[in-house]
């Protein structure tokens, strides 16, 4: 499974924008590049997900490099609710095995 | 949306006895259930693969006779830690992709804190 690498940790002003990076150079070309996060004590949410256009939803934005070798996942406004860890994570979906394997993830503080 | 429901959300038991797990699909079908183990400050630990109709697959490590899977029906699969010890105590987590929407995405249960006394 194609790995990805992500800072351990970021902080942020709340209502400023906060762009998250994500490495994954051993990427293939049936990989799709999905993003969860994780509140303390919960299971993960999906946030966003892309294959190589840039996509937009009402909870983030995701860049992703033309080389498709690294992305950022972008929260336009950071709120305290925000405050999670953030998994960036490559998916070949149900053609493949389905699962998922999550790396460290990168935790996310959102200060007043 | 789509929803995963798990149950028991919190569970505290003695050392010795066995704990069942409960992950339902609400509005699709899975025929395909993930399970996951997280300790604390630490990410998800892919433990096996639930198979409706058939056995699971176990990631490497994973020791089968103590994590009891079964998916039994498409929208429901169970994980039975057996002869629980303290060392099981963690957070699990189950999770279904909805092969139905046209993005695949994984929906996650809120998860099981186990506690073995």
């Known amino acids: 499974d194609a790995k990805t690498t992500q800072p351990n940790s970021m902080e942020s002003n709340e209502e400023e924008p906060v762009h998250l990076p994500c490495n994954h150079s051993?990427?293939?070309?049936?990989?799709?590049i999905h993003w969860y996060r994780q509140l303390p004590s919960q299971g993960p949410e999906y946030v966003i997900h892309?294959?190589?256009s840039n996509v937009n939803n009402r909870m983030a934005s995701l860049a992703i490099a033309e080389d498709r070798k690294s992305s950022t996942l972008i929260l336009h406004r950071a709120t305290l609710r925000d405050a999670a860890v953030y998994y960036c994570?490559?998916?070949?979906?149900?053609?493949?095995?389905?699962?998922?394997?999550f790396g460290q993830g990168t935790t996310l503080q959102v200060k007043p | 949306g789509a929803v995963v429901s798990q149950h028991p959300s919190r569970v505290i038991c003695k050392s010795g006895t066995s704990v069942k797990i409960e992950c339902r699909s609400l509005?699709?079908?899975?025929?395909?259930m993930f399970w996951y183990r997280q300790f604390p400050k630490q990410s998800l630990m892919l433990m096996a693969t639930?198979?409706?109709?058939?056995?699971?697959?176990?990631e490497q490590g994973v020791e089968k006779d103590k994590f009891l899977i079964n998916h039994a029906s498409l929208t429901l699969s169970t994980l039975t830690v057996t002869s629980a010890h303290p060392e099981d105590s963690s957070f699990y987590i189950c999770?279904?992709?909805?092969?139905?929407?046209?993005?695949?995405?994984?929906?996650f249960g809120s998860g099981t804190q186990l506690s073995v006394l």
């Open positions: 999770s279904a992709r909805d092969h139905g929407a046209t993005n695949e995405k994984l929906f």
């Open positions: 051993t990427i293939s070309g049936t990989d799709y």
């Open positions: 892309g294959l190589t």
């Open positions: 994570i490559l998916d070949r979906g149900s053609s493949n095995t389905g699962k998922l394997i």
């Open positions: 509005d699709f079908q899975a025929t395909t």
């Open positions: 639930s198979n409706e109709g058939s056995k699971a697959t176990y």
